[in-house]
């Protein structure tokens, strides 16, 4: 039990299909974060919320579209994605007004997209 | 933008060996965070540093904040089938801007 929990697990889907990764923390922390874990490369940085607000988006393209409802719930929307989309999508969160307190991450969804 | 150079990116060891790893880059930071992620799941955090200098254990593992504060080491003593992972650095620069290592993947032989 991580304290950070991603939903669906695994999730294959076509590229003019739309669909949705939810991720949820009992952590009580304040900031979530979207990250995307590709073979062979770092943990690649896609989007911030810090309290509810989105503070960072790191040249994301379009069709990933996230929304934080609430300091608990983080989403990311997907729609018409490419072959090279497919990863690992990490979903983490922190306390950002303790200084550089440390990541706490779910254990991802595996997407696949055909 | 800000790189961490970790090494090696794999390891292939006997079981009871030790083991060491690192992270190093050309700027300053503020942190350094050591996670492990096992097949299918997502990183956990292992060890956090805050001050350069500092040594920290936890269990057989210990790391080490660089007095530099441009490094850091990893070690794993008398190592285990379990600690079979990747293992990755991470430091917060002055900004709180987190930047991750590429990882080093370590397999143990029984």
């Known amino acids: 039990e991580t304290g950070v929990t991603q939903t669906p697990r695994h999730l294959v889907m076509g590229m003019t299909n739309k669909k949705s990764l939810k991720c949820e923390q009992h952590l009580g922390h304040n900031a979530m974060y979207w990250y995307k874990q590709s073979a062979k490369k770092p943990l690649e940085l896609m989007f911030v919320y810090n309290f509810k607000e989105q503070t960072e988006n790191n040249s994301v393209p379009s069709r990933f579209s996230p929304e934080c409802p609430n300091s608990s719930h983080l989403f990311l929307h997907l729609h018409t994605l490419q072959p090279e989309d497919s990863a690992l999508y990490l979903c983490?969160?922190?306390?950002?007004?303790?200084?550089?307190?440390?990541?706490?991450f779910g254990n991802g969804t595996r997407l696949t997209v055909t | 933008g800000q790189q961490l150079n970790q090494s090696p990116q794999s390891m292939f060891i006997q079981e009871g060996e030790d083991v060491s790893m690192n992270c190093t880059s050309s700027s300053i930071f503020n942190t350094w965070l050591w996670y492990k992620q096992d097949p299918g799941e997502g990183p956990v955090l292992l060890i956090a540093l805050y001050k350069a200098g500092e040594l920290t254990s936890n269990g057989r593992l210990t790391a080490q904040f660089g007095i530099t504060r441009k490094d850091s080491f990893l070690n794993i003593s008398a190592s285990i089938p379990s600690d079979v992972g990747i293992y990755f650095c991470a430091g917060h620069n002055a900004g709180n801007m987190l930047t991750f290592g590429g990882g080093t993947r370590l397999m143990v032989k029984p």
């Open positions: 983490a969160s922190s306390q950002k007004n303790r200084g550089n307190s440390p990541l706490h």
